[in-house]
């Protein structure tokens, strides 16, 4: 099993930055991708950004794209998401979730497990 375990979310301004934090535990060995997600109230989760195995390759939703970056260091076994130029539509829950394979993947599909969330509010 792997558990996930987000942090780093809490109340911002709006034009303010972030950085969250996933550690990853268990049988986090082998090279897969990871990604995030985010959920609104009344919303349905979607996707924010991917990161391959190695870092080298991201890709973005197009609504958060030049303000976050997503990065990972793999000896430490933790996944960030740097959140910069914070909007009130950035507000939700943010999840990462560790993919199947070793690709960026935009679908939740490709993802097998998933942490608890952590709450990014934004004030306008």
């Given amino acids: 099993q ?5 942090s780093g979310g809490r109340l911002v301004q709006a ?5 969250l934090s996933c550690e990853a535990s268990g049988r986090t ?12 109230p009344g919303k349905e989760r979607e996707f924010v950004a991917a990161i391959n195995w190695s870092g080298e390759i ?6 958060v794209k030049g303000r976050f970056t ?14 910069n130029s ?3 539509e950035d507000a939700a829950v943010y999840y990462c979730a560790r993919a ?5 993947y935009s679908s939740s599909r490709n993802y097998n497990y998933w942490g608890q969330g ?6 306008s």
Avoid: C, H, K
């Fill in 58 to 63: 991201t890709y973005y939703t197009d609504s």
């Fill in 29 to 40: 060995s082998g090279g897969y991708g990871m990604g995030w997600f985010r959920q609104a």
């Fill in 118 to 123: 952590t709450q990014v509010t934004v004030s």
């Fill in 70 to 83: 997503i990065s990972r260091n793999n000896a430490q076994n933790t996944l960030y998401l740097q959140m």
């Fill in 2 to 6: 792997v558990r996930l375990v987000e």
């Fill in 100 to 104: 199947v394979l070793t690709g960026v």
């Fill in 15 to 19: 034009g303010g930055s972030l950085r």
């Fill in 86 to 88: 914070l909007r009130p």
